[in-house]
Structure formats: C-alpha cells, structure tokens
C-alpha cells in the first residue's frame, strides 16, 4: 500500500527520551511537539503519507540525520534558524523562467549546452540555495523528486511545507500541522484497508 514502507517493521522503533533530547541537542532546537509525540510515541519514521515519514537515526560518529530519497537536503546544524516566510520574488522566478533558453534558437549544440549549463546554474542560485530551506526538516517525497517538509523554527514553526522546486517553483505552505497531515494519511490508509 502506498506510504507504506517495504520490509519486515511498518515504523521504526521509538526514540527514547535521551535519544529525542540528543538530537535536540544535536540540532540546537527544541523539534514541534506534534512531532517529538510522534517520535516518543509512535516511531522514528516509516510509514506515513505518501512514500513514507523519513526515519532520523544517530549514526555512530554520535551526527543525527534524516534518511530517505532528498532527506540529505536537511541541515540538522541550520535547524535552529528561522524558516524564512519571504520566499522568493515570483516575478524574479518568472523572469528567469522567461530567460530559459531555447534550443530551436541554436544552430550549435555546444552553444546551447553552455547558454543552459549557465541558465541552470542562476535557477539553482534561486531556488536550490539552502537559505530557502533553513529550519526545516525534509520528512517526505510524494515521487517525482517532489517532497514535504517540516518547519521546526520560526513563524511557521510546525506547519508542512510542499516543495516543487523539480518543476521550477518554490516550497509553498500545505495548511496544516504535522498531526493533521499523518493523522489525514492515516485516516484515508484504514478506510482503504477496510474497503479492500
């Protein structure tokens, strides 16, 4: 079933107390509630909406991570640090859009390679800066390279974030809390097994 992970555990097993508090610790700030709860309570990760909740695991260097397809995008040193709510400029993301150019206009292939070797290079500064996405966790994909992530500090500490960024967009907020978006999954994945 969708969201939920391959293998013998559905979730991974519960952070102890020390273990939520090193990596607190780890991180410099105190993770949202709804989420401590769920990695006390429920799991460290596994399933969860869409491909599943990225697991955090300590590894034996004593660093914490998150793990899963684009989870290394998360800075657990940068946690601490508000998510920014200024996102980028649309009209600077149009115009660079605008800009993107196009092969048809080229009559040498190299020309065009290096004309959008430089474009691609001017989106990333845009929009793949990890200044876009500081003080939050990346906690899912929905595939595609398409994922969703966690804030944990500043205004929108808490709330999920959906982030496009593959499809040339910015991340832009999903409208509910962690709790709402498992709890969401969760009531939609027993209503399906019922049915099936």
């Known amino acids: 079933m969708f969201g939920f992970p391959h293998g013998d555990r559905p979730l991974e097993d519960p952070l102890t107390e020390a273990e939520l508090a090193d990596l607190e610790r780890y991180c410099g700030v105190?993770?949202?509630?709804?989420y401590r709860d769920f990695l006390l309570?429920?799991?460290a990760g596994g399933a969860g909406p869409a491909y599943g909740v990225y697991p955090v695991r300590r590894g034996p260097d004593g660093a914490w991570a998150w793990h899963g397809d684009g989870a290394d995008m998360t800075l657990p040193t940068r946690l601490a640090e508000p998510f920014p709510v200024d996102r980028v400029d649309p009209a600077v993301l149009d115009a660079l859009l605008d800009d993107q150019p196009d092969e048809?206009?080229?009559d040498d292939e190299d020309a065009f390679e290096a004309a959008n070797d430089?474009?691609?290079e001017r989106m990333e500064g845009v929009l793949w800066t990890d200044e876009i996405t500081?003080?939050?966790?990346?906690l899912s994909t929905t595939g595609c390279a398409q994922r969703q992530w966690l804030v944990v500090s500043g205004p929108e500490r808490g709330a999920m974030w959906d982030d496009p960024r593959c499809d040339?967009?910015?991340l832009e907020p999903?409208?509910?809390?962690?709790?709402?978006w498992y709890l969401n999954w969760?009531?939609?994945a027993t209503r399906k097994a019922e049915a099936a």
């Open 104 to 106: 048809e206009e080229y």
């Open 118 to 120: 430089a474009w691609e």
């Open 134 to 138: 500081v003080g939050a966790v990346c």
């Open 186 to 188: 969760l009531e939609d």
């Open 174 to 180: 999903m409208g509910v809390t962690f709790a709402e």
């Open 41 to 43: 309570h429920v799991g």
């Open 30 to 34: 105190r993770l949202p509630e709804e």
């Open 168 to 170: 040339d967009a910015d």
